[in-house]
Antibody
């Protein structure tokens, strides 16, 4: 059974940093493109960032470019999202999601349960 | 960026009746090299992660009931629930994976009338 488990969410002040993690099991992690998707309170789904199977290529939504960094450690089956200079509008539930292609150019499945990030002073 | 626009924003349907949700993309999602439409549909319930229903615009994910179907090509797509059950109450999203950045529709909230 495929599982993605996120962690690292919490309460953080504006301008500070937070790192999210997503551990995969039951998935051929090292050959799968991976993504982060978020949902702000009362809003819809927003794609945040994606990364190729080998970690060589990452790509970002304009709203987070230059502040967030996606990375992965295939030896640990773990995906990361380093979030710097956090803003109130970054407050959301963050989901990690897998794909069937190495470049992440496909639908999102499976999904983790999500981790909540609250940005507040 | 490809803009995805769903209609309606919300929908109330009687149990056993058909529900239809539309999704329009600002650019064609049909990839010429493989003749596939790069569009997926998800069901999202509160407190749960989104659930994949349909990919390639019309291929039902394994385990998804056959009352769910997807259709369309190019820029216009439809998700149809043939006979609504109580457990179908959710928000539904379309998602294009044709181009980066990936984009979602704004969501359609489906309720029981």
């Amino acid at each position: 059974q495929v599982h993605l488990v996120e962690s690292g969410g919490g309460v953080v002040q504006p301008g500070r940093s937070l790192r999210l993690s997503c551990v995969a099991s039951g998935l051929t992690f090292s050959t799968s493109g991976m993504h982060w998707v978020r949902q702000a309170p009362g809003k819809g789904l927003e794609w945040v960032a994606g990364i190729w199977y080998d970690g060589g290529t990452g790509y970002y939504a304009d709203s987070v470019k230059g502040r967030f960094t996606i990375s992965r450690d295939n030896s640990k089956n773990t995906l990361y999202l380093q979030m710097n200079s956090l803003r109130a509008e970054d407050m959301a539930v963050y989901y990690c999601a897998g794909t069937i292609t190495g470049d992440g150019h496909s639908w999102f499945d499976p999904w983790g349960q999500g981790t909540l990030v609250i940005v507040s002073s | 960026d490809i803009v995805m626009t769903q209609s309606p924003d919300s929908l109330a349907v009687s149990l056993g009746e058909r529900a239809t949700i539309n999704c329009k993309s600002s650019q064609s999602l049909l990839y010429g090299s493989n003749n596939k439409n790069y569009l997926a549909w998800y069901q999202h319930k509160p407190g749960q992660p989104p659930k994949l229903l349909i990919y390639w615009a019309s291929t039902r994910e394994s385990g998804v009931p056959d009352r769910f179907s997807g259709s369309g090509s190019g820029t216009d797509f439809t998700l149809t629930i043939s006979s609504l059950l109580p457990e179908d109450v959710a928000v539904y999203y379309c998602h294009q994976y044709h181009s980066t950045p990936h984009t979602f529709g704004q969501g359609t909230k489906l309720e029981i009338k």
